[in-house]
Each structure stands twice: as structure tokens, then as C-alpha cells.
């Protein structure tokens, strides 16, 4: 008996942030923005905030809802600036050194900065780095973009901010902290993403507009690719130093990351999803009595399948939310099939029914080929899998975290291979087009992507330095284990 | 500002049970038992294992997944035969002490024992026992069950077992472990479920068929009201040394409790949902563009109203599942409105829409009303509230963790009152014959209820003794710090 | 390489106990005290207070310092009557349910009961009471006393009290607590100590006095052997009714348990070991240069020796106070000899010198041999061990953590055979008319001895009822590990 | 009531370090001799360990023996060569970053460093380094060695260390790991003590020889003032390239911080402190009945006192050795008097007596007046007090921890103010000339003093360029509370 967990197929990204000038419960409002934004890393959070004297940083493991409490919380981070970070999860105990925000004492004072994203030439800086004398205390990119600002020859921070990110390449949201502003940055190519938010004359930036929500926040704008948001005691100026290309968030916090109620350039995202099913239901229709989403990520998209083929919603799979950290498995019981601890059938509803199984996407396909085999012991007579986003053939490279290229299950195999792999009685996934209507409505550029559809397509928006660095592991060369 | 929880306003049962019989690896069978049945005990849960010559017991507070784990839980818990159960959550650190099973060296032996349900003369029992010189180590009704057994005058272990179960009354199921023989026990009632299975030819009892499903057991029956089930190696008997009365379980497993997935008496707890949404429709309809649900317990009850109604069914809340222990709420904020934690509203779905949300009940009515008011903000124009069971009138004594009769929103306010108080459009509610209809088909008889509908009605199955015991706090004379 | 631990081998008591009567800082005086009695029992330590309504009992693992702190002390345990107990270290984690002061709810009200020592007859009585249906949550002899007074047929408390105490045989010293009295009572032999001490008007029960000392209580008198000490609002009471045994306490408490500060029968503890240390110079005299203690329990002794002998006292062996919980040994390194973790030879004293080694006591001879060794290893030239207590040859059933009669080296082995085992030039124990001499001044009375001196002698004061009691192991049926 | 604790007025230093080359458990040796010198810091504790291709690093807060345990440690840090380092106990919870040995990843390589002692120009270095755009994440001295190696132009290792070394001034014990050597380090005034050894062909560096002898290694000899010493696989080799000014160790190591049992430039510890009590009973006799050393680090002299003056030698004062951390004091006593969770007075041994009460040393004075009150409450006739050190005047900056000048009790009165604050008879200090006796048999040469006895004279071996550096806490501009 095997016991496998759906989750563990799906993708991860790093992380959330947030940032609040202004507002004199500045820790207690970034808490709050950072629990709606848990759904983007659920590993650690930390939270940086600055009085006026001196900087307060508390980094620890688990939800901000554990960690971010208590009637002393304005005590233990006092001031009315500051700056949270969320991070995703990850194999093992994290080492608090890898938490964010992190801290530098520059010579112009206190810097803190937390960070979403993957840098694509951080390897080869890092080296560099090293090679002039800089001492890394984490393995983390976030402090190679320390490093730049902290060696910069320029005189003002905004400036050496600047210098510092024209050295990076990849995809990033920033949010920083100094002694007298909060700044915020978002990549020339805009993958991922930032807005700018109103909360009584505080402002606020935050990975999406549900954070906004939570504290009761207006939304402003979103943050422009390549722009670099300072907001002083003086208001917020924009800085566009860098030539921006002209592309848009990656598909993903669509597909996946966002959450349902956050709007990403003004579209919800929520209907964003209800429309890939929509569009999925004419691409690849199927004759069948139900539409049964994987949840819950594939709900949405479900809803939108059913409308359109006008077959019945069901919750065909229960998820169960109380999953503890590991599981055992006994090993001497003849069933031969695998159960899953977040997953069970609903048997009532799919007994002896034709079921559409309607899932946001397919990664490695191990986990739908179980879910799969779950839904036809419940009795399914026929099983027709659909994938609301297109085929995922190539790995990201910017803070996403994805499985090589030969793992990915359409990267290695024909349509008809996955069909069989899977075991099911058809199989269809979202065009790319589609997925540009569902998103856009607009039909996709070839010379330059209106999004950013790497994944799909293998067209990257920035050059890939590190991938062709073949110093292999310096950067691993620490083994640290503290108390 | 207010931040709420709407999980707050429902109601809790204690608890899950689980037990084994013959299984090599009765441990783990018991653990993932325990884990299918995770909805029905968060707070604490815990193992007896007999392995032919000692007792093992772990006892932890949290999740199964988290207490039982590790490649060592056969050595920590070895045996063929074991017992679980999974207590529901509670305010403040719950003692050691009070986490089941408990077990007690008997003059015959060995015995450990786990419950599900609550007595109505455990404090006038307890009074007694402890007047003939018994010692209580806990708070808890099973305490009381064990002293009855420990003190019986009767030879045979079972026969203690009948003669304990005499002189009890409420709502119950127990699951107990000799040191030769599984024994499975519901009260007369059958307020509390319990059921039987078989896994390989070892004989499971669970409180629901989803813990045999998970498990890859086959159901074999309920367990009747008022029967023992005895499991030894010579194989199963059953035993009915009392009057049975004839209702059938508390109606409330199939409004909240149960888990979507489990059968009870044969029917599908999500259809059985799914109907009650289905009659609301017809019973209370309303003119509205989408149907919402109160996530997650509100969701099949929403699916029937939409289909029945052709109104499209949306997620116009977002639950976010990532929720810590506590939260700080900021004192300076503007907002006058409340936020929650767990529940977020998608605007995209409620903005100018004429709106019918779904729950499965109303208990107090505190989160309702906040719950319309965060759909209000969002922009909904009308909001018809439909609660998927009738008006809850009446405390429950047997196992349901529910506020007092003052507290009940139904029990002090008339239904126009309930409706402006919930600051609603209109607002409806299953009634009892519908209730009847969606579970079981059939006109409720008066004389003899089939189901326990007590809450609704007022007609106790059994009597409330305590409830007239007036001496007040006796046994909560301690206060206990453990480390 | 071998890493040994030289504490392993010395003698281990169950524990201090403390109570106090009316001071309105009750739970402070009581960590107070039993930190003066820390030496008394470090695994764990436990207060329970009355504060006129309600008991409140906190039990902890570790030290009373660690355990008794923070300025809420008497928000956790408030009231002015409070009882608290040591508990000696054994090994594994102790579970929390044999961790003192234990509570019941009796019909009268509640009571809390503390104990040091040991009954001789507490498993039949268990077997008695478990055969009655009396329901045992925890291994200690405390729980059988608790369960005789909840049995008893007496109504009132005092009276149940001494019900109980005429039941049991052994070596105690108890402090109880109930709702309107604090009650002392002392095993008929005397075997355990127990004094009477005034605060500022307030009655203190404690183990030693060296616990009146810190707290800066007057010392009123011991209590007698076989008395009961009631405390009421209306003052002292003292009961006795038992016949009184014309013997004094333990021999050990002189020899190796109380404190040096403490006083017992009107004698410096430090004064009577000093007193050991001349009698040993005179009886077993040795040609030497140096007297060396082995700390920190052979001090005063070895100054008695230096005194009466003339030949210098130096520290030769060095004692490391900072010692964690385990100890991790090199396998693969050359050196043939061991290693202690807490003692060092201090080489410049010892080497090419004729060494006097003065140790309180040896038990097993284990580590006295490692002692010996290390010594040798150092360059001592003659090394002559000196046993400031005589053989002890029989095993103690009082209370004393003690090795089985074949362990003993005294039991196993002639003088020769042990002087060669321990490789020294020459061996010399303390007489036992010597040990008379040194703690009262008298010579033994054969018939009745004026101490406890069973373990040089073999002549117990008491019946061994369980000793002779042959079923194995029953009350150990359960394994327990609770969270 | 005042509880107060000796030890509050005892100096404590920075800290204990140790290193091996070249033995197959190369951890589990440094666990071992990190546990021989925990006198030396038990705040915290870490190892780091290199096997050939990864460095492994652990880091914990408390002692030795509870964080190097386990049978997996050589799994956890393996490898032959491995360094270790014992931090001295400060207020409040360390910060793991403040922890030792701390690491880099220099391009030549991993390299790791633990240090004994404190710079006198480390914060003017690390302004420069910051102003450079250094990155510091910890607030130690060591950190500034590290960015000054990883800085140095030089290629190769030894000579980047010779490079750094140069720039630092003030008293350091270093020893430091990279991929292919181990290095230690002394100041060039000898100010921090190191010692070679050899387990088995395995090179040890260890603050003092108590090291050595726990683990079985031989004593080579003592690392010279301004010596570096290389370990390689080609074997030991020695580096002189500074001048050498002629001081010898710190004259504390013999006062109060070196182990007893531990020899310093030949010299027995134990021996020098016994012959300071010997020279202070010559130059300050008392007339009197008994001599008390107060415990522990009173003894050795207090037993040369007792040998050159004739009077007997008593444990007067009682140490308790099992002290938590904190304690809570009543406020409603009468009790005017202070007493100790750590002494307590031997009635029998003070009463009615004329004391002599020997300490190593008096600091602030506080609690030597709190000891002398106790011990005249129990009784004493008259009090003479010895201080086995010279009056302490003047701060040292090299590491160990001191009161500021103004708080030093000889800083800031006469004799005989003193007396009069103590509350003595008579009050007597060793002279400058006795100690250097006592020590090195030598005459005090003004021009070149033999030994380190900055304290005691004022005339500092160093430059002191901190204490020049005027800009106040920059370094200390982040507060950080890490999970």
C-alpha cells in the first residue's frame, strides 16, 4: 500500500512580500498582509521593522498565524515602517539564516530587504563576489542583491539600489527597507508580481491584491515591470532606470500561484480560471454525467467546464485539510492499490458514471495517474482528465520551483503516451491560445509574448546565465545545523 | 476593526474512535483510521496497542499526522490489537490527562477504552463513585464508564461491560481493548455512529465508513443502537442486552459532522447534502444571479439549490486553509468593518449580484451576520441567506458542543427578527419535513421520530439527569499544570 | 576508551518534601524550600497550593529553579497553604503522572499528598485495592496511601489518615494537604527525616532543616517517628496514634543524603562526617603524604582524616560541575584507560605521592576502581582507599534507589578479595561501633539498635511484605508515552 | 528579602577553543575537550568538522555534554579534522549568529574560525570594512578576523591569516580550519592562553592542558605569544612573524579562570593558588579559630592559608550546585537579611568563631559583602577577609567580561573604606609582589613585567584604540529575535 500525496506534483514558488510606510501598527498590518498571502509560502515568514532608531527582525519557521501573534507583537517590532516576507515550503527543517528579511549594517545605515523570484546569473555574482572578499552567510539570492547595493560606489541608496539591480537578471519582487524609505522593484520583464496599495495615507506593496483586501487597503496600480518604487516621508516617486520589455506577469499566477479573489491587471483571477474551463470544454469536449474537480486548485476551471458543457458539477474528490508533517505505511496489507492522506473518493457521485476530472495543470503526471486509478476503484466507468493550462514541457528559471525537464511528463511524452501513462479514457489540455483568450482575450504575438509562456512554449524572456555555468556546487559547500 | 473566525459559530463533537482486531500492523491501521476521521478531532488523539502481554499507549495533543509518524510506530506500539481516538478541539492546552483512550489495570486485567458521545448522569455517577472512595484522575465521562466497569461484581469482562453500560444513559460509542477481545459498543439511542468493517479478515471499527475506505476495508454493517459488537480470535459476536428504542443517528452527522464521503445507514452523505440544498430550493426560493456557498461545510447543499433553482452556482468566499493558532488585530486602523481570517470575499463573483448564500446552519448567528456583512462590502445587491437545516431551537446533551439555549439564535428571535438581525434580504430555512425528506424519504412520526432531531424539536430520546444535578463544579475543583 | 560517571554508583533517595500552613506567599516559600532541598531529587519537582477554593497543582520535569520562576508564580499557585515535593533522577524521561504532589477529589473534598521513601508492603495493597476496583493512574507507592484514604470508612480526614498510615509498612515522611489543614506524618521507625519550622507564624513541614535555613524559618522540633502533624487555623496538633519504635533515622542521611548544613537530632550533619573521617584515621590508619577526598561527598571525612592523622588534605581530584545529560565516546582511539566526565586527577598533587583516598561510602565498587585507576594513571606512588561508612552488604527497601544484594561489593567479596579488585595497597572502611561513635556517641544496642543500620547489618526495623510477594510485574503492565 | 547570587561578581571570560588534526572522530575528541574546558563559557557551544570535501557546522546554545550527544554525532560531523569553541554565559538568550566557530566561503576555499579574547581596535576595523561594503551578521570580534582574511590580496592562506593577524591588536586564542589546515594562533603578548598536543599522532590545540589529559593526549608544549601554528598533512609547523614583546598569560588564567588540574608555562594551577593563600597568610595574618574558603574558586588558597598559618581548614559555606535559572523572591517576608540560591552557612562550623573567610578575589565587593553578612549571622565572632588576588583597579580589555572602572570596589576606595563596606574585622589583599611570587618565583620587573597584570597596575601591554573610538553603537543597530 502506498501512501502518496497530491501536493507533491504541484508547483512551488518562492514567496510573498509586503511592505507598509507610514502606519503606526506597521508590524501588526504587515502580519496580517503576509497571512493573505500565506498561500505563497508556508515554510517561514519573517517580518523587519524600523522605529525611527533601530531595526527589529523576527525570522521564524511556520505560518504567520503561529508565528506573528500575541498582545506584544508592536513591542517585540515597533515603528510604523516595515517590511514581511512568506517562503515557500521546502524539504527539511529551513535554516533561519535562509529566512527573510534579511539585514545589512551599510555604511549608510541599516538595510533590510525580502525578496520573491530567482535570480538567473546569481551563481556567477555570487563567485564574483566571493572572489573580491564578500563573506555569504546564506544561499539565498536575495543576499548577492545585498551585496551589490552594500559594494556599490554610489552615494545614495536609491542610486546603489539601482546599480544593484542592473547587474541581476531574472525574475523578482523586492520589497526594502532603509533607514528613511520603503522601496519596491519588480523585473524589467514582470514576471512576478507587485502592487501598490492605499491604507489611510500608509502605503502599502504586496504580491497581490488579496493582501490589500485583508487590511482593507485601496488598490492603487500594479507595480510597472522594471519599476522601482520609493516611498519617503515625502510620498512615493517612481524610478525607471531600466528599458522595459514588453511582457507580462508569467502565466503560472493565473494558472496556480494567485489567489482566486486577487485581480492581476484588473482581471480576476478567480474568472481568469473559470474561463480556461470554459475554453476547455469547447477545445476538448467530452460526452460524460459529471464534472468532478481535483481540488481545490481545479475548481474554478471546473465550474467553467460544466457551464459550458452543461454537465453537472459534483465534488466527486473530498479533500481532507487536517494533514499532519509524514505518514506510515503498513506494509503487510494485500490491498494493492495506493490511498492518498489529502484525497478521498466520493463514491456516491462517481459510481458508474462517465467523470470529466478537471485539474489546473499536470507536472510530472504521477499524482493525476493516482488520483486517476482512486476515481475508477470508486466505480468510474469512464474517466476523461483534462488540463486547464497547456502542456508544461520546459522548466522555469525564475522562482518557481519545477521538476527538470526530463521529469515533466509532456516534455518526455506524445498525447497519446499520456493518455495511456494515465490511464484514462481521453485526455485533453488548454491551447496555448486559449489560454491567451481565457487570460487576455487576445491572440498570442510570436515576436513578442504579451505574456510570459516559457513553460509552454520555451520562449524565455531574459538570457539564463547560471544554466551554463558549470562550476558545479561551491555555493553548497556548508553544511549548517543550528540550534 | 474585528477579525473573526467563522468556525467559531460551529458546532463540535467530540470525537472520532477507531479500533482493530488480528492486523500485524494494527498501529498504523489504527493511525490511518484516525487520520480519515481527522474532521471529527483536531485538537488531540492517541493509540492503545496490546501486543499479547503488555498495554502500549501514546497519548498527543495535535494532529494524527504529526503525532504518529516515524518508521518506529510499530516498535513504540506493537501488537496486533489497538484502539484510537481523536479528540475535537478546545479552548486552552488540553491536559494530558484528558486525552483518550484511558486505561486502567483491572483485576482482571488489562483494559483501555476510547468514546465518542457524551452521558447525561456521568456527574451524578462521578458523585456517587467518588462517595464510595473511587479516584478520579481526569474530567472526562469515559473516567466514569471505567470505574463502573473496575467495580462491577460480575466475573467476565464483558458482562462487567453490560453491567456498566446499565447504569449509564446519553449518546455513545465506545471502542475498548482487553487483553483478549476488541468490544464495540452504541447506545440504545444509536445517537453516536459506529461502524463495522473488515480488512483482510481483521475486524475494524470506526466511527465512519470513510476511515474504512481509507484504509481499503470492506464496510460489513452499523453497528445497531444499543448492541455490543465483542471481537475475540474466535471471531465476532454480538451482543443486545438491552431494550433498543427505535431512532436512528442524530441528524446533525448528516448536516455537519460526517464527512461527504461516509455512508450512514446506506445513504451518501453528500447526496443526502446535496437534497437538503435541492428542498431548500423548493421550500424557501429566492430571485437571485448566483448561488454561494458558506465554504466548506456549505457546499453540497449549495450545488443541489443551484441545480434545482438554474441559478449558477459560483465560489463568491475564498477559505484560506493556512490558519495559525491566534491573531493580533490592529487597534488604530479607520475600517469600521470586520475582517476574517479564514474567509475572503471574491468581489468578482458578488459585485452587483443578487446573491443566495449557503450554509449548512445557523448555531449563533454572530458569523453569519459578519459573513453578509464582508459579502454586503464586496458589493453584493441583494443577499438571501438559506440555511440548509431547519432553525436550531434546542441544546444538544449528547456529544454536540453547543452554546447554551439563550445563545441560540433561533431559540430567542422570531425568523423576521433573525432576518433583520442578520441585516439580510430574506432569509429561509430547511424545514423539519424537508429535513426528513432529504435524509430518509420519509414523514417524520411524531410518536416515534426515526431520526434524533432534538435540536429542532425539542423531543430528547432519552432523560437529562444531570441536567436537573444542581450542585455546580464540584469536579472541576483542580486546576492542572502539567509540564 | 571508556567514559565513566562517577555519580552512578552512589545512592539514590525518593526525595524532599516541604509544606507550609499560612503565609500568604505560600507557592514562593515552597520553591524556596525545595531548592534548598534540590539535593534531595532533580528529575522533577511539583508545588500544589490551596487558596481557600480551589487546588492548583503544577508538576514539571527538571530543577525547581527552572521550573518555580517568573514573577506569575503566585498568579499559577495562589493561596497561603501549599505542599511541594523533589523527585531523585532516575533514568528515561519521567511521565508526568508519577511526578508528586498527587491530587483526589475525595467525597470530603480534595487532597494533595507528598511523599518520601518507601512502603515494604505497597504492591499486595495494591493488588488488594485493584481487586477492589480501585483504578491506578501511576506507579508510585503515593497513589496506594491516596486510595487507602479515599476507602476509608472514617469520616473525618485525620482519622482517615491514620485509617491508611495503620495499613501501610515502610520507610515515610508525607506532607498532605487538604481543604482546611496541612497534615506531617513520619514512619513509626523514623526511617525518613522530617522537621517542624516557623515562619514569621506560619508552620513549615521540610525534609532537612538546611530548608528552614534559606527561607529564614525558626526550627520548632523533628518530628517524632510514628507521629502526625495537623496543622489547622487553630495551630499545631500532634497525633501518634502508633507504638512508637525506639529507633532514630536512617544512617544514610548522616553518611551520604542530608546536607552538610542540615541538623538531625540536634547534630551538624558536617560535624558528624568530619567525626567519621578522625574514628577512620584512627581505626584504619594510613603511612602517607597526602589525603586526597573524592568530591564532592568525601570532603569532610577526608579533612577528619588530615586532622587526626596530620598528613596534609589537598584537592587531588578535581570535580566538573558543568556536566550535560550524555556523554558520547571515541571508539577508535588507543588509550587502554578510562575517562570521567566528572572528575579530573589534579596530577601535580598526586604524582610520586603515597595518596589517602577518602570516599563516603562504596556501593558496587565500580567507579571507586575507575577513581583508583585514574589516581594510578596520575603517578600516585601508593594509593590507600578509605570508606568512611562500614560495608554495605544489604540491600535498603526505604526509600534508598539501591543495586540488588549480589551488586553490593561488600556482599560479594572479603576485604582482600575487594582491596584487590580496587587495586590499591590498602582498603579500610569505617566500623560500625565507629559510625555509632561518630553520629551519637553511643555503642550499638543488639537488640535494639538506637539506628536504622540495616544496610551494614542486616537487621531491618520493619516487616518485608513485598519482598516475599512473587508475582512478577503486573503493576507494570502499561507502557506509557503521552505527549 | 534579597536573593542574590555570588556568582553575579565573579569576571567571566570569552571563552574555551579547541582543534584536531588528523583523528578519525575528530568531533567526538573536540566534543570531548569542549567539555573539559566548559569552565571556560557554557553559554553556548559549536563544533565544525571538514571531511574532505564538505565543512559540517553545529552550533547550540547550553553545554557540551547536552549538545554534542548522540551515538549519530560522528554522522552528523564527520571528518578528521574538526575545531570547537565554549562561549561564555551572558544575560538573555544568544543569538545562534553570535555563536562560534563562524565560516565563510573564501574563494580559496571554506575556511572556519573560533576565538579566544577580545580586539582593542575591532570596531574601528569593522567601520572600515563596513565602509568598504562588508556585510557583518554577527556583532563578534572573530567576524572582523574573517572579512580581513577574505579581503587580504594575498593567494595564499597562511599568509592572508598572517595578513589579518596584522591588523588586529589585543588578546586572542585562535584556531581556525580551512580545506587543507589547521591553524592556531596567539597574541603577541601571550595575553590568551594555547597549548599543543598530540593524541596518537593526531595534533590537538586546546585553550589549556585540562584538555589534553581528558582526551589522553600528550602535552607538547605551549603556543608562543605571536605564534601561529600550521597543522598539514606534512605536519606541524611554526610562524613567528611578528615581533614578540616578552609578557607571559594573563595573570587571571592563574587567579581565577585556568582548571586547577591545568598547567600554565609548567606550573601547576592548583599549586599557584595554594602558595597565594601560603604568601597572603604571611603578609596579612589573622589571629583566628578556622579558615572558610568561600566555594569553589576559594579553595586551593584558603588551604594555604590554613597550611602557613596553623589554623584548621573548614567548609564553613555550603554550594548548592543544582541552581535553574532564575528565582522569585517573596515580598512579604520580615526576614531583613539577604539570603543565596547558590551558599549557605555551616552553623556548626561558624558559630561563636573568629573567621578567616579566603576568596580569589574581590570585584565589585557586592556579594563578598552579602557572604560576609550571611556567615556573621550564623554566628561568627570576628570576620577577617583574604583576598588571594591583588585590589583590582583597573578594566582589562582583552577579554575578559568586567565592571567599568567606577564599579571596581579597590577603583574606588581606600583599605579601609573597604573594610568598613565589607562589614570586617579585618580585610586583607596580596600584594602585586606576593602574587608574582607565588606564580614565578620572580621579582615584578616595572620596565618589562613578566606577566599581564594590567588589572592590578594599570600599565596595559596594548594599544587600546576602541576605547578611543568615539562613535557609540552603530554595530548594535539591529535587534534580532531568530526562531
Not at 515533466?408 to 488548454?430: H, I, K, P, T, W
Given at each position: 500500500m502506498l501512501i502518496w500525496d497530491h501536493d507533491d506534483d504541484k508547483l512551488r514558488e518562492e514567496c510573498g512580500v509586503f511592505g507598509v510606510f507610514g502606519h503606526p501598527e506597521a508590524a501588526v498590518i504587515t502580519a496580517l498582509g503576509l497571512h493573505a498571502l500565506q498561500h505563497r509560502g508556508q515554510e517561514a515568514c519573517g517580518i523587519a521593522a524600523f522605529d525611527g532608531k533601530l531595526f527589529h527582525n523576527e525570522r521564524h519557521t511556520g505560518l504567520v498565524g503561529d508565528a506573528f501573534t500575541g498582545k506584544d507583537l508592536l513591542k517585540r517590532l515597533p515603528g510604523s515602517w516595515a517590511i514581511g516576507h512568506n517562503r515557500y515550503p521546502t524539504q527539511g527543517t529551513p535554516a533561519i539564516r535562509n529566512i527573510q528579511p534579511i539585514f545589512a549594517d551599510l555604511d549608510c545605515g541599516g538595510f533590510a530587504v525580502a525578496h520573491n523570484g530567482n535570480l538567473t546569473n546569481s551563481r556567477s555574482l555570487r563567485r564574483q563576489l566571493v572572489d573580491k572578499g564578500a563573506i555569504f552567510q546564506s544561499t539565498m539570492d536575495t543576499e548577492v542583491i545585498l551585496h551589490l547595493i552594500s559594494r556599490s560606489d554610489k552615494a545614495r541608496i536609491t542610486e546603489r539600489f539601482v546599480d544593484a539591480l542592473g547587474q541581476i537578471e531574472g525574475g523578482y519582487a523586492l520589497v526594502a527597507l532603509s533607514e528613511n524609505m520603503l522601496i519596491g522593484a519588480r523585473d524589467p520583464v514582470g514576471l512576478r508580481p507587485l502592487v501598490l496599495g492605499d491604507l489611510d495615507g500608509a502605503s502599502i506593496l504586496a504580491s497581490e491584491t488579496c493582501a490589500l483586501d485583508l487590511i482593507g487597503a485601496k488598490f492603487v496600480r500594479e507595480v510597472e515591470p522594471g519599476e522601482i518604487i520609493v516611498v519617503t516621508k515625502d510620498g512615493v516617486e517612481s524610478l525607471t532606470p531600466f528599458q522595459r520589455r514588453s511582457t507580462a506577469p508569467c502565466l503560472f499566477e493565473f494558472v496556480y500561484f494567485a489567489r482566486p479573489d486577487s485581480m492581476i491587471q484588473g482581471k480576476s483571477v478567480y474568472e481568469v480560471r473559470r474561463r480556461m474551463g470554459e475554453r476547455l470544454a469547447q477545445d476538448t469536449p467530452a460526452d460524460a454525467d459529471v464534472i468532478v474537480p481535483v481540488p481545490d486548485s481545479g475548481v474554478p476551471a471546473a465550474l467553467g467546464f460544466a457551464e459550458a458543457s452543461g454537465i453537472p458539477f459534483q465534488l466527486g474528490i473530498i479533500r481532507n485539510h487536517y494533514v499532519g508533517r509524514t505518514f506510515i505505511e503498513p506494509t503487510q496489507t494485500d490491498r494493492q492499490n495506493s490511498i492518498s492522506k489529502k484525497h478521498a473518493p466520493n463514491r456516491a457521485v462517481l459510481k458508474d458514471k462517465r467523470v470529466v476530472l478537471v485539474d489546473d495543470s499536470i507536472v510530472r503526471g504521477n499524482t493525476s495517474k493516482r488520483i486517476v486509478r482512486m476515481v475508477r476503484e470508486a466505480g468510474a466507468k469512464e474517466i476523461h482528465f483534462r488540463s486547464a493550462s497547456p502542456p508544461i514541457r520546459f522548466p522555469d528559471y525564475y522562482g518557481i520551483d519545477m521538476p527538470s525537464e526530463q521529469?515533466?511528463?509532456?516534455?518526455?511524452?506524445?498525447?497519446?503516451?499520456?493518455?495511456?501513462?494515465?490511464?484514462?479514457?481521453?485526455?485533453?489540455?488548454?491551447?496555448?491560445d486559449g489560454l491567451y483568450w481565457a487570460v487576455g482575450d487576445v491572440k498570442r504575438d510570436p515576436n513578442t509574448p504579451q505574456y510570459a509562456d516559457h513553460c509552454f512554449t520555451g520562449d524565455y524572456p531574459t538570457r539564463l546565465i547560471d544554466r551554463r555555468y558549470d562550476e558545479v556546487g561551491r555555493d553548497a559547500q556548508l553544511s549548517f545545523l543550528d540550534d
Open positions: 521529469e515533466l511528463m509532456a516534455s518526455r511524452m506524445s498525447l497519446e503516451e499520456m493518455r495511456n501513462e494515465l490511464e484514462v479514457d481521453s485526455l485533453g489540455f488548454l491551447s496555448v
